[in-house]
C-alpha cells in the first residue's frame, strides 16, 4: 500500500492544480458482474489504481444551449484541455514516486470513445463507473454522473497507474439518482430519441446527432435540462 500521505499529496496537488474532485478505485470494480465495459486492466495489467480527476463546468454553457452551441463546446473543451494539463502533472508525480502512469483518452480528447472505437462507441472503460465507486456520484437518466456539488455539469479524466493508491472511503449511492424517478425531463427534451424511460440509452443516436447532424459541435441538452445541480 502506497502511504496515505503519497495518496493526500496526489489529491492535494491535484485540487491545488485546478480539479474541483478526485477520487479513486482499485480495478476489483471492473470485475463486477454488473459490469459491460471496457476493462483498464487490458491496457495496464499490473494496474494498482483508477485516479479520476474532474472540474465542473461554468453554469452559463449550459444556460444559452441550444443557440450557445459553439460555445458550449468550446467551453467543454476548455474543460478538457485543463484536464489535460493537471493529469499530465499528476502522473509526472506519481512517476517521481517510482511508479508508472499513462492518462486514458476522455470525452472532448481526439482519441476520446467517439474516436477510438466506432464499432461499439466504448471507452477503454467507463470513467463513470469508477467514479461511482469512488463515491463520487450516481447515474441519472442522461447516463451522466450527477455529483452532488455540480450534478452532471462536469468534466472528467482518469490516470490508470501501478501505484496502489488508499482508496477512498464511501458510502455508495443508489445507483441511479432518487430524483430522476419523477423527473424524466433529460428523456423528453433529447432531440434524437437517445434516451429512453426504461433507462437505456442509444449511443449510436446521439453521436449521430452530434457529429453528422450538429457537425461535432456537442447538444447538451439532457444537462441543460436536468435540475441536479
Ligand atoms: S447529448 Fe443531446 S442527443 Fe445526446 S443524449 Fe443528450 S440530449 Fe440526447
Ligand atoms: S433531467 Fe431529471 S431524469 Fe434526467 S438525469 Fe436529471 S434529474 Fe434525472
Given at each position: 500500500m502506497v502511504e496515505s500521505d503519497i495518496t493526500h499529496d496526489m489529491k492535494d496537488m491535484a485540487?491545488?492544480?485546478?480539479?474541483?474532485?478526485?477520487?479513486?478505485?482499485?480495478?476489483a470494480i471492473?470485475?463486477?458482474?454488473?459490469?459491460a465495459g471496457n476493462k483498464p486492466q487490458d491496457?495496464?495489467?499490473?494496474?494498482?489504481?483508477?485516479?479520476?480527476?474532474?472540474?465542473?463546468?461554468?453554469?452559463?454553457?449550459?444556460d444559452t444551449l441550444p443557440k450557445g452551441r459553439a460555445e458550449y463546446t468550446n467551453t467543454l473543451m476548455a474543460g478538457t484541455a485543463t484536464l489535460r494539463i493537471i493529469a499530465f502533472q499528476i502522473a509526472k508525480f506519481i512517476e517521481r514516486k517510482g511508479y508508472k502512469a499513462t492518462i486514458a483518452p476522455s470525452?472532448?480528447?481526439?482519441?476520446?470513445y467517439w474516436y477510438a472505437d466506432r464499432e461499439t462507441l466504448k471507452a477503454d472503460f467507463s470513467f463513470k463507473y469508477a467514479s461511482y465507486y469512488a463515491g463520487l456520484g450516481n447515474f441519472g437518466m442522461n447516463h451522466l454522473l450527477i455529483t452532488k456539488d455540480f450534478g452532471a455539469r462536469i468534466r472528467m479524466t482518469a490516470i490508470l497507474t501501478d501505484a496502489p493508491f488508499?482508496?477512498?472511503?464511501?458510502?455508495l449511492l443508489p445507483l441511479v439518482n432518487d430524483a430522476c424517478s419523477s423527473?424524466?425531463?433529460?428523456?423528453?427534451?433529447?432531440?434524437?430519441?437517445?434516451l429512453t424511460k426504461e433507462g437505456t440509452i442509444h449511443r449510436e443516436k446521439c453521436?449521430?446527432?452530434?457529429?453528422?447532424?450538429?457537425?461535432?459541435?456537442?447538444?447538451?441538452?439532457?444537462?441543460?435540462v436536468c435540475p441536479l445541480y
Open positions: 485540487l491545488g492544480l485546478g480539479a474541483d474532485f478526485v477520487g479513486i478505485v482499485g480495478p471492473f470485475e463486477n458482474p454488473d459490469y491496457v495496464m495489467p499490473d494496474l494498482k489504481s483508477v485516479v479520476i480527476i474532474g472540474v465542473s463546468v461554468p453554469n452559463g454553457a449550459f470525452e472532448g480528447s481526439e482519441f476520446g488508499a482508496e477512498d472511503e464511501r458510502t423527473c424524466m425531463k433529460c428523456v423528453e427534451i433529447c432531440p434524437a430519441g437517445a453521436a449521430e446527432y452530434m457529429f453528422n447532424v450538429l457537425g461535432g459541435l456537442r447538444c447538451g441538452m439532457c444537462l441543460k
